[in-house]
């Protein structure tokens, strides 16, 4: 059983505000691991395949597997040129796919092109192809929207996904890029997506407190049969391994933090290596949608919060303990 696609009204409602009009430059979606980037843009391309003259191309970057696995397009034309040119392309289907969309302009024809909307997803670009890449990768997305419209294109819409929040600030700095944030589930749909799983009522609250909302952690407390205590040790675990090289330096600070998330921003080479390691996120306002309220028991700020409350607690007791 697939997990069941809830709420999103407002995500899905800008999405098509950009890939029905255009959007100019690239726009660029990061949020916390398991908010849901990868299921909104594939529940949104559901919708794109009826809009008869939109071309979509979805391609998840960090894939391994075969092609028809990574990439998908509602042309079969376009699906046939990147197969060809990402197999003379090194390394992972994945990798080789995200770098031959851009080089896609040199095999298109015009006909195909003029007159039609254009919305190219590609999927978690940051890790298959480095952080120190994103910048440049960015500005080759760009250049390939620009050629887009001299082809004819009515409307182009590039997005370019990551969890990486150090991307972020690579990204930031340029003209080629805007960013969007996109965050977990409030607490009204994270409600829905708990009660649709069949989630003890008695356990709902200690779940979002855990979880904050955040789709892939709720969905593997599910399969684990809702073992709180089995998913937070497994969790504390990784987090204790994370935490190794940091503990002897930044004990202090890290209590602090626990405290006080915003306090993260004295302490930048620590909040850097916490962002590196997907426990901390900045938080943009407002978000694409769902924007979380400053909430000191779920561990978000104004400007940074936890990526899971749980996070929280666990480097708290590592500290303390």
């Not at 500005?139 to 182009?156: P, R």
């Amino acid at each position: 059983m697939q997990p069941p696609f809830v709420d999103r009204v407002e995500e899905l409602e800008r999405l098509r505000e950009l890939a029905s009009r255009g959007f100019y430059p690239v726009a660029y979606l990061y949020g916390p691991e398991g908010c849901g980037k990868t299921r909104l843009l594939r529940e949104f391309l559901k919708e794109v395949k009826s809009w008869g003259d939109c071309i979509a191309i979805y391609i998840d970057a960090q894939s391994v597997k075969s092609v028809d696995e990574a990439l998908w397009s509602s042309d079969r034309e376009v699906f046939q040129l990147l197969t060809e040119l990402a197999s003379s392309v090194a390394g992972p289907v994945g990798r080789a796919l995200a770098l031959a969309v851009t080089m896609i302009v040199r095999r298109l024809r015009r006909g195909l092109v003029e007159g039609r909307r254009i919305l190219i997803v590609v999927d978690d670009v940051a890790r298959p192809l480095g952080i120190e890449s994103v910048e440049l990768y960015s500005k080759n997305l760009l250049s390939l929207l620009e050629e887009l419209y001299s082809l004819g294109a009515a409307a182009v819409t590039i997005v370019a996904t990551t969890s990486e929040g150090l991307s972020r600030r690579l990204v930031a700095r340029h003209s080629y890029a805007r960013l969007f944030q996109l965050w977990n589930l409030g607490p009204d749909a994270a409600k829905r997506l708990l009660e649709a799983l069949g989630a003890p009522r008695d356990l709902l609250d200690v779940l979002w407190k855990l979880t904050g909302g955040n789709p892939r952690s709720i969905v593997e407390l599910w399969r684990g049969g809702w073992d709180v205590g089995a998913w937070v040790e497994r969790v504390s675990r990784s987090v204790r391994i994370a935490l190794e090289d940091l503990l002897p330096t930044y004990g202090r600070e890290l209590l602090e933090i626990c405290r006080d998330i915003d306090a993260i921003a004295s302490y930048p080479e620590l909040r850097d290596r916490l962002m590196e390691l997907n426990l901390v996120t900045p938080v943009d306002r407002p978000c694409l949608g769902y924007t979380p309220p400053p909430d000191p028991e779920l561990g978000i700020g104004e400007r940074y919060a936890w990526q899971l409350p749980v996070y929280r607690e666990i480097v708290k007791r590592v500290v303390t303990s």
